[in-house]
């Protein structure tokens, strides 16, 4: 039953109520004299909170029940009123405990999940969301609802449920270190709020049980060795925890044993050792100090067998071993096998092997005697033949018989009744080549030399002297002189020079000189011709067929002069060798002047050039040929008349009047007192109608008779 209001009387006036008509909750309505009002007041039910019945909510109002301070929870009821009666203002509300105590602004109001349902009597779902910062165990939640009339909800959900776990923020830094063939060290940074850690493996298995809070390492022992085990820390509040990150490692592997020596050979020894099962190994090595191993140094260290070959041994001495061993993770076990003594009884090598070329067939080898218990040493071919047994404490010998200019190749070892060295280091020499012969010089010009002569040298140095005394290397390896020819050049004319070669072999070593020769040089060409001109540089009158021609007398390298000269001209508008060129062809005279007697120049300008020889006998090869030089002739102007012919005594048309169908024929002479032809493409006739020139106008016009080539008495042209 609830109240569900009242009504004041005052003064003496008559009051009512009206009830809802519509309402048929049951009801009682009274007068309460003693506050002068009437009550009204109706039955009603009390609401019910449930679990939702949605996935993850069929048990309890919680998702999820374990998490970390960064998760997000989620709580949800189901009110329900069978009289369709809304939950009071601010209802339902979730109640948050902590350690039995409300956590801060606990209860938290819900809300709708759908706020468009307003029928409670199959039930509505209310929700409300927080993180818990604070990780522990001891959290609890309970829900709480009234109606509007002030009905107090009922049901299990208004119990109060252990929930959520709130799981520590996980450890850092990891990390396992093997501390021996059974044992691995676990550490990590220790977190806050935690209640304790436990190592799991990868499939979070537990392996050291429940540790105490705080712990920051933890030993996990009674495990195989050079084996991988994979491990992370778990803290952990109640049911909720949080993973470290892994880390992987391996046990340390076992020390190896029973080391021992198999085969010594020369400069190498084979060793063994049992398979402790180690991923690799290490080799250290010392040489023997007074019976005990001195600076130990390091042979390899990525041995995954187990043997090992040594090499670069010194004979007749005593060196120690020792093995490590690594795991997987690459850490050594600091403790290595039991340390083994092994002797060379191999005779030290001689060395260096060195070698000099005393001649052309003889080559000197030597070396250095390093052994204390040689017999005596052993010579031999690059292809291993024995060529020379020395006995003990020899350190050269001269090999003779050879050929020249070739290479031999040459080791030595040191050899004792039971055992040979290593070899020595190969030596590699050349055997000097021939001395050139039969230097001779098979032709010169002024400044050359054509030399030659037989040898059999990879190069060639050529000396050259001005007397036959002091000689100047003018070739030498450098050059590359190969064959058995040079060209000696720069010369200066009609000079002795004296000539010798010598021959390099292979190495570059030199030989003695070959013979000696003397050359003379030949005589020099004359010089060309300068400030050449003709007879004037103004126009020659027109009667002058035949000008004069000068040049400035030069002498040549010799000191030779002018003995013989050539003038050659051509028309400016042709080229040598065409009809209009004219060529005095040789004229035996010293002057630097020329006149001639049938040039007969008659065209209007020309090109002149002139080469002269010297008077030394040397007539095989002339100057070069002077600038050319341009020069002019005075020339008549050429005139044109009417022909004279019938029809063409007055003009030069026929007819001079027709219809359009007649041909006209056009005809004048040209006459040229110099003979000159006609420029190309002349005469021209130009014919104009109305002042201006017909299409095609100007006309070139051709000589009636082809065969006419004298101008001065007129050619007809048409």
């Known amino acids: ?7 004041t009387c005052c003064n003496t006036k008559k009051t009512k109520i009206r009830i809802n008509k ?3 909750s049951v009801h009682i309505a009274y007068f309460d004299p003693t506050g002068s009002s009437i009550i009204y007041t109706r039955w009603t039910n009390d609401p019910t909170l449930s679990w939702t019945g949605e996935t993850n909510y069929t048990t309890d109002g919680l998702d999820p029940e374990i998490g970390t301070s960064t998760t997000t929870f989620v709580y949800r009821v189901q009110y329900t009123d069978i009289d369709n009666d809304a939950p009071a203002s601010d209802y339902p509300k979730i109640h948050i405990k902590k350690a039995g105590s409300e956590i801060s602004d606990s209860p938290f109001t819900m809300t709708a999940v759908n706020t468009s349902d307003v029928t409670y009597t199959d039930g509505k779902i209310y929700a409300y969301s927080t993180t818990l910062p604070q990780s522990a165990s001891d959290y609890a939640y309970y829900f709480e609802a009234y109606d509007i009339s002030g009905a107090t909800s009922t049901g299990i959900s208004t119990n109060s449920v252990d929930a959520p776990d709130i799981s520590p923020v996980a450890s850092t830094s990891f990390i396992g270190t093997a501390i021996s063939v059974s044992s691995i060290n676990w550490s990590w940074n220790d977190t806050v709020g935690e209640e304790g850690y436990k190592v799991q493996d990868s499939e979070n298995l537990d392996k050291s049980g429940s540790l105490y809070a705080n712990m920051t390492f933890w030993t996990e022992s009674n495990l195989s060795p050079n084996t991988q085990y994979v491990r992370h820390i778990y803290a952990y509040v109640g049911n909720a925890g949080s993973n470290s990150n892994s880390d992987s490692k391996y046990t340390l592997a076992n020390s190896p044993t029973n080391l021992s020596i198999g085969s010594i050979f020369r400069s190498s020894a084979t060793m063994s050792w049992d398979n402790m099962g180690a991923t690799r190994y290490k080799i250290e090595r010392v040489i023997d100090s007074g019976g005990s191993p001195d600076v130990w140094g390091l042979r390899s260290g990525n041995i995954t067998g187990i043997t090992y070959t040594d090499t670069g041994l010194s004979g007749e001495t005593t060196y ?8 997987g993770d690459g850490v050594i076990t600091s403790t290595p096998s039991s340390n083994i003594i092994c002797y060379n009884y191999y005779p030290k090598s001689p060395s260096p092997l060195s070698s000099n070329a005393i001649s052309t067939t003889s080559i000197m080898w030597l070396w250095t005697n390093n052994s204390d218990i040689e017999t005596g040493y052993y010579v031999r071919t690059s292809t291993g033949g024995t060529i020379k047994t020395l006995s003990a404490n020899v350190t050269y010998w001269a090999e003779t018989n050879l050929q020249p200019n070739i290479e031999y190749t040459r080791y030595a070892v040191t050899y004792t009744a039971v055992a040979e060295s290593e070899v020595s280091n190969s030596s590699s020499v050349y055997t000097l080549a021939n001395a050139p012969d039969n230097l001779s010089c098979s032709g010169t010009t002024s400044s050359s030399a054509n030399l030659s002569w037989t040898g059999n040298g990879t190069k060639y140095s050529i000396e050259r002297s001005p007397n036959g005394i002091s000689w100047t290397i003018i070739k030498q390896w450098a050059d590359n002189i190969t064959g058995t020819t040079y060209t000696d050049t720069g010369l200066n004319p009609h000079t002795t020079y004296w000539y010798r070669v010598k021959a390099y072999n292979n190495n570059q070593i030199i030989t003695s000189p070959s013979n000696e020769i003397a050359v ?8 060309k011709p300068t400030n050449i001109v003709p007879l004037s540089d103004a126009f020659l009158p027109r009667e002058t067929k035949n000008p004069q021609f000068s040049w400035s007398l030069l002498s040549d390298a010799d000191g030779d002069t002018q003995s013989a000269l050539q003038v050659q001209v051509r028309s400016s508008l042709g080229n040598y060798g065409d009809s209009t060129s004219k060529d005095s062809n040789e ?5 630097n002047t020329y006149a001639p007697s049938n040039f007969n120049l008659v065209t209007v300008e020309y090109y002149w050039r002139v080469k002269v020889k010297d008077n030394s006998g040397f007539d095989n090869a002339w100057s070069s040929w002077s600038n050319e030089t341009k020069f002019s002739i005075a020339n008549s102007s050429p005139t044109l008349s009417w022909t004279g ?3 063409y005594v007055s003009d030069g048309i026929d007819p001079e009047t027709s219809d359009a169908s007649i041909t006209y024929t056009f005809r004048v002479k040209y006459s040229d007192a110099d003979n000159d032809v006609p420029l190309n493409g002349y005469p021209k006739l130009h014919i104009k109608k109305g002042g201006a020139e017909i299409t095609g106008s ?3 016009m051709v000589g009636a008779d082809i065969g006419d080539t ?5 050619k007809i042209y048409l």
Do not use: C, H, K
């Not at 039953?1 to 009504?7: L, Q, R, T, V």
């Not at 004298?710 to 007129?714: E, K, L, Q």
């Open 698 to 700: 100007p006309f070139t």
């Open 320 to 327: 120690w071993y020792r093995v490590f061993s690594y795991n």
């Open 22 to 24: 519509n309402d048929n």
């Open 587 to 591: 004229v035996v005279s010293s002057a």
């Open 710 to 714: 004298t101008y001065t008495d007129g």
């Open 520 to 527: 003379l040089t030949l005589n020099t060409s004359p010089s």
């Open 1 to 7: 039953m609830a109240n569900i209001g009242a009504y």
């Open 645 to 647: 012919e019938t029809n």
